[in-house]
Structure formats: C-alpha cells, structure tokens
C-alpha cells in the first residue's frame, strides 16, 4: 500500500502556485503532464518542496525532471520513502 496517492498529491496541488482554475484536480489527472495542469518545472519545485516539509522526505531539485505527471510524482514520492525507511 502506498503511503503517499493522487489525492495527497491533489490537497498539494491545491495549495501550491501553478494550477489553472479551469483544471479539474479531481478529474482523472494521473497521466496529465503538470505543464498541462499549468504547472511549469518551478511551480513542481514548489510542489516538491511542501512534499519535503510535510512528509520529511527529500527530493532532489533534478527529480522534477521526472515527475512529468500526477501518476509520476505519486510513484517518485513513494519511492523516496521506501529509500528514506518512512
């Protein structure tokens, strides 16, 4: 079981910078690129960084690059938890 899903991801969306009011969060998201949710890479920073204080899980600046989507970050987050013992 995940510890981290699409719908932690979705309440940090909500209060990140990025989103475009017109974008359905709770629309099937999972495989959207965030440049299409009207996020661009600072505004995934940002989003990587609430992760960070909220979950104490690090990720790298470069680990934007591969979180392109909702479903990408989701698994990226999960992994860094497994790597970290949370």
């Known amino acids: 079981m995940s510890k981290f899903d699409l719908d932690d991801l979705r309440a940090i969306m909500r209060e990140s910078a990025g989103v475009d009011e017109d974008i359905d969060l709770n629309g099937d998201i999972a495989d959207i690129e965030f440049t299409e949710l009207g996020y ?5 920073l940002e989003l990587a960084s609430q992760v960070q204080r909220k979950y104490s899980v690090p990720i790298p600046d470069d680990a934007v690059h ?3 989507t909702p479903r990408a970050a989701v698994d990226y987050i999960n992994k860094q938890f497994s790597i970290a013992g949370v």
């Open 66 to 68: 591969e979180m392109l």
């Open 40 to 44: 661009d890479s600072l505004a995934v």
